[in-house]
């Protein structure tokens, strides 16, 4: 992957610390998540990868007793300022999840216009240019064109995680912020999402957590390893993989443990 240059970050994470109730998941956390390109966090199980990116669009806080210390900056500025609005945090910096969640009682169409429309963004001449610009986005428009009003139903599970993605797209979020997105998929499926991927860079900066390091390996510019809620090294992804600076990266990703 290419090395990214010394240009200031889209988003900077520092002293990131987050609770549920009485347990710590993540401790002291501080990383640079560079623009236009594609970070990728890595670790075993239970490690707080998914805890760290909901963290990072407020998310976090909606579970009960979960509460988060730290400052999270997008282009230099807190979400966690007390006069930010949370919801406005999250149009800004779109989640797509493990499992595809399209809205089942939706057409095809209102899924990728769902977003928009509980935002009050919708509505007018621009939905159908909107829909056709956020599955073209994710190569499902030749796929759906002639039949935008069936159920979701009709899709793939592979076809309908492209779906949620094209949902989170419509919102034109300047961070796209991706749990686990294949791991509910199979080896083809999962090819179809890595590869809209690489695209995505021309549209927004993507922070994806992945159990797949041969996954992170392929899509990514950068690769973070998290361990017991603590980021041990981030690096160009080349570097993680190769030349870790920490032995217990090296010991993960050789298979040693986790």
Not at 244 to 255: A, H, L, M, V, W
Request: include cysteine; hydrophobic fraction near 40%.
């Amino acid at each position: 992957m290419t090395t990214v240059a010394n240009t200031a970050p889209k988003l900077r994470v520092q002293g990131l610390s987050a609770w549920h109730g009485d347990r710590q998941i993540l401790d002291q956390i501080s990383f640079d998540v560079p623009a236009a390109r594609i970070t990728a966090i890595i670790g075993p199980p239970g490690s707080g990868k998914t805890t760290l990116i909901r963290c990072i669009n407020r998310m976090h806080e909606r579970v009960e007793n979960a509460r988060v210390r730290g400052r999270v900056e997008l282009d230099g500025r807190d979400v966690y300022d007390p006069h930010t609005v949370p919801e406005h945090v999250r149009r800004r910096i779109g989640m797509v999840f493990q499992r595809p969640h399209p809205f089942p009682t939706m057409s095809i169409r209102d899924n990728v216009l769902a977003g928009l429309r509980m935002t009050g963004a919708g509505g007018g001449q621009g939905d159908e240019a909107a829909v056709e610009l956020a599955l073209r986005a994710v190569a499902l428009w030749d796929d759906v064109r002639d039949g935008l009003h069936r159920s979701t139903d009709t899709l793939s599970p592979g076809q309908q995680q492209r779906l949620c993605i094209a949902r989170a797209l419509a919102l034109e979020p300047e961070v796209l912020l991706m749990d686990e997105p294949c791991a509910s998929l199979d080896p083809v499926a999962s090819a179809r999402v890595e590869d809209l991927l690489g695209g995505l860079r021309t549209r927004c900066t993507v922070l994806i957590v992945t159990h797949n390091m041969q996954q992170a390996a392929r899509v990514s510019d950068r690769t973070g390893f998290v361990l017991d809620g603590q980021l041990v090294e981030l690096d160009d992804t080349d570097v993680i993989f190769t030349a870790p600076g920490d032995r217990r990266t090296e010991d993960y990703i050789t298979g040693k443990f986790g």
